[in-house]
DNA sequence: TTGTAAGCGTTATCAC
DNA sequence: GTGATAACGCTTACAA
């Protein structure tokens, strides 16, 4: 229990300024004389803009968080106290008085990957400049460090959750569930969702390119791909859908690696999968970045593009389009989602979840030079 | 309500209830008595730790900070009492208490740019496992944006401060000067250091560059720059500089934008460029993305590589070695410079600062390709 | 080495 | 609509 005789035993000589002075002689309209004690930040608190304002520090609190529940009168007083002050609100507080603190937490598979600084930057445009917190997680692939992360990040009581990809181990998946606060699964979407999810089926997507590239008169069509994490795999799941009701599919047309997604990656997948099916008259890869590195492999090699050999990406970076050849690819909507993942969150902290709990945004097969032969049946 | 935040290993059936009662039942070695309080998350807290372990609160505090300075049975009896319901720290209490997030606020001005995702990624490594949360902004290369997000950190009562670059604005540098916290300033090194600096001189960078085109007997060598922020400045004055030195300067010769940089916008300025100056024999691109589009650029227009242009770009992304021809470019240390900015705020923050306060980390010139003629000197 | 007391700056509760 | 009061969960200051 607090003691409330003790207070007033003060006598020693105060800091020189301003503000400490304030904090002396202002603010005792609030019970609590703050007087020359051992700690705090010398900032201004609730209490010296209320003491200024000539109101309770509740009031100020309210007129801070829902200027409605508050006169206008003194509101204007308010305002004009916390300008005078220069005070800025202190979140630890905050948050500890409230047990909810005005941080979203972001956990993405990698940085490295172009795909995933987009949707960051989607994320904090999305955010605008509500006084909201980004906190941020790279899992790197790990289940075991996204399962780390979380219990760090639950440890904030956060606002709501984003997580990305819909293959959240089981313990992870339970936390999420019973986390108590909004929950976004991004970039992919499918049954039984935690709670929202906004993404496109990477399984519809790979079929899609497999598709494209069987209807463009393509005969050996081999797939390359690096990472192979779950979206990666239903991508090629759909590939694989698509070759065998073609029949043509052939398991020696795939060729993967569970190491990075890059450049010369793409160049030394190519050249294993030429090793392995000489025949091969078109790639698909799992990215651009695959992508690109085939496309200087061929050209290094004299290799006709799309004559001789067709290529299609994913995710449809910028350069794609500017290639030479163009490069045929799966555009997809990673700024969008990072954005709308938020503007969910958020309506879902406010309140009002949005009606559409499963938001699917498509992509679109963008197709260019380097997949532009004709079809051309036997004859 | 499960707690999740327990350690995954203790999974039994002990759930929910022991917590409860523990809060009301045992923790009383503390003065308070926690009962039936309307508020609080329903967590285990300190005084919950201190109960089951027998002793005061604070010598849990102290265990979990600074363990040395508690008896090592003591100090058992703590870890397993934590590990038995499940303990995690609220962060905001601590902050609150001690005045001070363990949170380090990073500014930089871009997500677009491939070069922060990679100084994010060494931020992220650099932290390791060690309890600090990054707080992340980005300015979009706005003076006004910075000083407001700057503004919003401080409110936090960071741990460390990371900006990026030496040219903040006037009452931006000021509020670092006073923030009261080790600040690291990044990307870039130059006098005056506000605290602490890492990276790399820009205008070295763009003199060798350009050094060593004129060195291979390229005479008119075109500057080509996107968004031109000051340190693509630098660096352009760092060409200016070796081209009057060699007596090929020619402000025709530089084609810049301030539109952001990508890989079709190197198309567009090779363009702009060779209609001003048809003479072109070399192009310095101020950064990778836009050397790959001159590539494409020059592809299409079937100008060989070096022969009739040669190439040079700024970064050295990893294409630019797998790229056909390879792409001759500047490697710039921005992993190491992430990681090693960690290093230096953690280290001030633990109190020792490192000696040396402001470390040049340099760059790499990496010769392909793109840029090997052999130089001819006339004869 | 350990503990007690007293806040840190805010918000929830309830009374006016 | 406004305010006094008591937390929120932790750490600093100081005492033992």
Redesign the interface.
Known sequence: ?RNFLAPSRDNKQRRAAPVAELRRGVASNDSEVRNRSR???GRPTLADVAGLAGVGSITVSRALRDPERVSPELRQRIAAAVDELGY??????R??AS?R?DVIGVLVPS??N?VF??V??GI?DGLG?C?L????G?THYSEQEE?RLL??F????PSALIVSGIDQAP?TR??LE?A?CPVVQIMEIGPDPIDMMIGFSHLEAGKAVARHLVDVGCKRIGFLGARMDPRSRRRLAGYETVMREAGRFDAALVTTTILPS???M??VLFHKAFEKTPDLDAVICNND?LA??VL??C??ASLKIPAQIAIAGFNDL??M????PSITSVRTPRYEIGRRAIAMARAAIAGDRPQRTVVDLGFELKMRESTMRRARPAF
């Open positions: 229990m700690r705090g930040s800025v609100p202190n979140p630890s507080a948050a500890l047990a603190a940085l490295t172009n600084s987009e960051l930057r904090h400049d006084p917190q980004i906190q941020f790279n399962e219990r760090v639950l440890g904030q009581r313990t339970q936390m019973e108590g890059s450049v010369s793409g160049a970045d690109l590195g200087f492999a050209h290094r910028e350069m389009e500017v290639a030479s």
